[in-house]
């Protein structure tokens, strides 16, 4: 399980400046405003319009929904193999993370992407738009970064980084490519599903109470539904048992006292309580036998 090193930490701190520099460049006007309005002026999809088709299928990619029905099967046939919902959870934590800081910060700043813009060289910042930071690349950053956050071995998380990369790479390429986001989006949205990788580790002790916590309730109703009642430790008896309410061999001693005294002695069910019923009758009919003098 991954934890939260030195390294991690320092890794988390220089993405904290980067977005924050990222953002105060854009709120600013500064040059890298004025590179967002030269790409898209740009038009990249009409220098290559071979490569439109092709794009179009490769940037979903980065669509939420897809992805994460994808990996989530993935992860699903893990945690069943596993016996764990390890996986399912910290997927599920990512995606919860994913959605509100790269949301709230979507609908706070309200920018409008290229294709709606209004006037040249502006930061088209608090205008009613949804566009900052590019929510397909940090999608996929987290996405398909959870694979290699969530490896086993080595090797495999290092062939699952380099897929990660290349994903998350490729699809914030190709939205400046299609002309739906500005570069600035793409920057920003990198640093904010590397963001969520960095602090993941923080969120493991978390997911480890919701794991053990879905695991006693499923164990609940699966003892419920086998009409089972939970055995106190160390009683020795078997769940759904029965506890006898009187010892035969002591109602048998009392039978034959009340009986030599002359008291009249109540009959017995007709019904029978155990394999031995037959020769505690028996019993019975010689005591009376010998009550009676004959």
């Given at each position: 399980?991954?934890?939260?090193?030195?390294?991690?930490?320092?890794?988390?701190?220089?993405?904290?400046?980067?977005y924050?520099?990222?953002?105060?460049?854009?709120?600013?006007?500064?040059?890298?405003?004025?590179?967002?309005?030269?790409?898209?002026?740009?038009?990249?999809?009409?220098?290559?319009p071979?490569?439109h088709?092709?794009?179009?299928?490769?940037?979903?990619?980065?669509?939420?929904?897809?992805t994460?029905?994808?990996?989530?099967?993935?992860?699903?046939?893990?945690?069943?193999?596993?016996?764990?919902?390890?996986?399912?959870?910290?997927?599920?934590?990512?995606?919860?993370?994913?959605?509100?800081?790269?949301?709230?910060?979507?609908?706070?700043?309200?920018?409008?992407?290229?294709?709606?813009?209004?006037?040249?060289?502006?930061?088209?910042?608090?205008?009613?738009?949804?566009?900052?930071?590019?929510?397909?690349t940090?999608?996929?950053?987290?996405?398909?970064?959870?694979?290699?956050?969530?490896?086993?071995?080595p090797?495999?998380?290092?062939?699952?980084?380099?897929?990660?990369?290349?994903?998350?790479?490729?699809?914030?390429a190709?939205?400046?490519?299609?002309?739906t986001?500005?570069?600035?989006?793409?920057?920003?949205?990198?640093?904010?599903?590397?963001?969520?990788?960095?602090?993941?580790?923080?969120?493991?002790?978390?997911?480890?109470r919701?794991?053990?916590?879905l695991?006693?309730?499923?164990?609940?109703?699966?003892?419920?539904?086998?009409?089972?009642?939970p055995?106190?430790?160390?009683?020795?008896?078997?769940?759904?048992g029965?506890v006898?309410?009187?010892?035969?061999?002591?109602?048998?001693a009392?039978?034959?006292?009340?009986?030599?005294?002359g008291?009249?002695?109540?009959a017995?069910p007709?019904?029978?309580?155990?394999?031995?019923?037959?020769?505690?009758?028996?019993?019975?009919?010689?005591?009376?036998?010998?009550?009676?003098?004959?």
């Amino acid at each position: 399980m991954p934890r939260m090193s030195r390294t991690r930490k320092v890794l988390l701190g220089c993405m904290l400046l980067l977005y924050g520099a990222i953002v105060y460049a854009v709120l600013k006007g500064t040059d890298l405003v004025r590179l967002d309005w030269q790409v898209m002026l740009f038009r990249p999809y009409r220098q290559w319009p071979e490569l439109h088709a092709l794009l179009d299928y490769f940037v979903v990619l980065g669509q939420r929904g897809p992805t994460a029905v994808l990996v989530m099967a993935w992860l699903g046939w893990r945690s069943w193999r596993q016996r764990t919902l390890r996986p399912l959870l910290v997927l599920a934590s990512s995606l919860l993370l994913l959605n509100v800081t790269v949301g709230a910060v979507k609908i706070g700043l309200g920018r409008l992407g290229p294709h709606y813009a209004t006037t040249v060289g502006s930061t088209e910042l608090f205008a009613g738009g949804d566009i900052f930071p590019s929510g397909h690349t940090a999608n996929a950053v987290v996405t398909w970064g959870i694979l290699a956050y969530l490896a086993t071995t080595p090797r495999a998380r290092r062939v699952l980084s380099v897929t990660a990369a290349v994903a998350a790479l490729g699809v914030g390429a190709t939205t400046v490519y299609l002309g739906t986001h500005w570069l600035s989006d793409v920057l920003l949205g990198w640093a904010a599903g590397l963001l969520i990788l960095l602090a993941l580790p923080w969120c493991e002790p978390a997911i480890a109470r919701a794991e053990a916590f879905l695991l006693s309730l499923r164990a609940r109703f699966r003892t419920a539904g086998s009409g089972l009642t939970p055995t106190p430790a160390g009683t020795g008896r078997p769940l759904g048992g029965s506890v006898p309410t009187q010892d035969p061999a002591g109602a048998l001693a009392q039978r034959k006292e009340a009986e030599a005294e002359g008291e009249t002695v109540p009959a017995a069910p007709p019904h029978r309580q155990g394999p031995h019923q037959g020769r505690q009758e028996r019993a019975l009919r010689t005591a009376r036998l010998d009550a009676g003098g004959g």
